[in-house]
């Protein structure tokens, strides 16, 4: 009987094990590939880096150097060093210190119903009703135009010959005749800022929204039964806990309208006989007459004035990160 076949050993082929590499290669390795990421990130922010610096830093140090020196357009060759010489001339202009109180009331009176009107509308957007939304899309226009378009707008409505507002005041029997809104010194402020308070609430409407859909339903469903009103749950509920949101809100718009010239250039062009000129449209104006140093005098201390605007916004903002841990 023949004898049976071996067996045929069957070899399963190890894969190479790879020899790690040695301490001074392995670290070679990771510094060549942090170098090319950084290189990479580089080449990646190079143009916007050089884009910011080419269009806001270096018109910003233009403009700090130009304010102390005679820098004007009837006199490109003598731009020689003048000191504090520009900023002792704004302060001692008449109209200079008519436009800083052009300015509080054009900021008080346009924050204060821009508050009051988009608290009251957020409050009404916050419940569910029929067509909600269509109501959210109209209230949320405004802020999606452009604020010198607003003021060609509103310099229309408030024209003293053909104006709709003037229409509207004769047909109800507001008024007789017709009101030379944005030529009277006594009417034009008022018309302006009644423009940038429709302009504005659709701002605080959309944050405050977003502030109170954050208030949780249990501190509402609490407050009831305690027996509290709706008016107290808002005062003693709502704006507790929204209190920084409003404070941060309110800071940026404070900013926001102190350094909006766009709707007044759009309205009066800051008149009749500037009286209508807040800070930023009166250094605009000085601009557009050639005196280059004494509007960047003008326009370090309206940059003095928002900076301190913002570090009030930056502890606020400080204070709620804090108040979130």
């Not at 009703?129 to 802020?143: M, T």
């Not at 003293?160 to 008024?175: A, P, Q, S, Y």
Request: aromatic share 14%; net charge positive; no cysteine.
């Amino acid at each position: 009987m023949p004898s049976p076949a071996p067996a045929i050993e069957r070899r399963t082929a190890v894969p190479a094990t790879p020899v790690p590499p040695s301490g001074g290669e392995a670290t070679r390795r990771r510094r060549e590939f942090s170098r090319r990421r950084a290189l990479t990130i580089a080449a990646f922010l190079a143009p916007a880096v050089a884009f910011v610096a080419l269009f806001t830093y270096y018109p910003m140090f233009s403009g700090v150097f130009g304010a102390f020196r005679n820098w004007s357009i009837y006199n490109i060759e003598n731009q020689s060093w003048v000191g504090l010489a520009n900023f002792e001339t704004i302060l001692r202009d008449a109209l200079f210190w008519k436009t800083i109180g052009n300015t509080v009331l054009w900021v008080l009176g346009s924050l204060v119903p821009q508050f009051v009107i988009g608290f009251a509308l957020a409050l009404w957007l916050r419940r569910r009703f029929r067509f909600r939304g269509v109501y959210q899309a109209l209230i949320f226009f405004p802020w999606a135009v452009s604020g010198f378009l607003i003021g060609i707008l509103f310099r229309w409505m408030f024209n003293g010959e053909f104006g709709v507002v003037n229409d509207l005041l004769m047909k109800t029997g507001l008024i007789d005749t017709p009101l030379p809104w944005l030529a009277d010194p006594a009417l034009a402020m008022p018309a302006i800022i009644v423009a940038n308070v429709w302009y504005g609430v659709t701002f605080f409407a959309i944050m405050i929204l977003a502030a109170l859909q954050s208030v949780p339903d249990e501190l509402y469903e609490a407050a009831a039964l305690d027996g509290t009103t709706k008016a107290l749950a808002l005062w003693h509920v709502t704006i507790p806990y929204i209190r920084t949101t409003l404070t941060l809100i309110v800071l940026l718009r404070v900013i926001w309208i102190f350094n909006f010239p766009d709707l007044i250039f759009g309205m009066t062009g800051g008149g009749p006989a500037g009286q209508t000129h807040i800070v930023t449209t009166y250094m605009i104006e000085i601009t557009q007459q050639g005196d280059y140093g004494r509007a960047s005098a003008l326009g370090i201390l309206v940059l003095v004035v928002l900076m301190v605007f913002a570090s009030f916004y930056l502890l606020a903002t400080r204070e709620r990160k804090e108040a979130h841990r």
